[in-house]
């Protein structure tokens, strides 16, 4: 499996036995304060990262550790590579026992985007692992998954997500009006693996809202299990640094056609 890939499993599964135990109680949800990308902290992201960081330190792991909390640390004394942490995403699902979470790791050894090495992404309730490592494919639980052959909307299953924003609305009607079934489940990087597995045929986000450390776990992921990972404009996603906040529209897909008509779709 590689060093780079055990690592990044040992890690998701220490987050979720720490985070495990609380999800859905009222602990999970008390506020204590702004994290490093600007969203609330709550109990359930302290816990998480907190053990992320004493696992790494235990384990004597060097390396920069950019987490949605804390921000960028450097950990040890000689850094040779950096980890992208969100130790919970879909947070309000979290804190309300709605059964749709994750915690996603990426790893890179130049802390640009485009140079993901491996990732994990776990499900929090049931502790289900999504992972890859560069050019060796994707898997769940250690077995190999791949894209659905979904190439129609008419047939499809995708996950959009409009929260907190009426144009992406607007944008996405269309879209909305034409698939099988239509979701929104709130953990981008779950939904993103559930693409990379069949699952879910696409994920659609054109909120501009996307966080680099929200999806990049999962858009390594599903690119390796033979899916498509742009943005709206059918650009990839620019190489920027991962210690930066930048933001996206994207699109995961099952592959290029289904990609393609969801993007005749959209409204300027």
């Excluded at 004493?54 to 004597?60: A, C, V």
Aim: proline share 3%; net charge negative.
């Amino acid at each position: 499996m590689g060093w780079e890939l055990s690592l990044l499993s040992e890690l998701a599964k220490e987050i979720y036995l720490a985070v495990h135990p609380i999800l859905g109680t009222p602990k999970a949800g008390e506020t204590l304060g702004l994290g490093f990308g600007g969203d609330r902290t709550k109990f359930i992201d302290a816990i998480s990262e907190k053990a992320a960081l004493q696992y790494l330190k235990e384990k004597g792991v060097s390396c920069i550790f950019v987490g949605e909390e804390c921000g960028v640390m450097e950990i040890g004394s000689k850094p040779e590579f950096y980890l992208i942490v969100d130790g919970v995403d879909g947070t309000n699902n979290a804190v309300r026992g709605l059964k749709f979470a994750s915690a996603s790791i990426a790893m890179s050894p130049t802390g640009m985007l485009r140079d993901l090495e491996a990732a994990a992404v776990i499900d929090l309730f049931d502790g289900g692992l999504y992972s890859a490592r560069r050019g060796e494919g994707a898997k769940y639980n250690g077995k190999p998954i791949r894209t659905s052959n979904v190439e129609r909307l008419e047939s499809s299953i995708i996950s959009v997500d409009v929260s907190r924003s009426q144009e992406s609305i607007k944008r996405t009607a269309q879209i909305m009006g034409r698939v099988k079934g239509l979701r929104a489940l709130g953990s981008a990087s779950l939904e993103i693996c559930h693409v990379a597995s069949g699952i879910l045929d696409a994920y659609v986000d054109l909120r501009n809202m996307l966080r680099t450390i929200d999806f990049a776990a999962g858009m390594l992921i599903v690119r390796e299990a033979e899916g498509i990972f742009l943005q709206p404009s059918g650009e990839d996603i620019p190489n920027v640094p991962l210690t930066e906040v930048r933001r996206f529209s994207v699109i995961a897909s099952a592959n290029r056609k289904l990609f393609d008509e969801i993007v005749s779709l959209i409204s300027l």
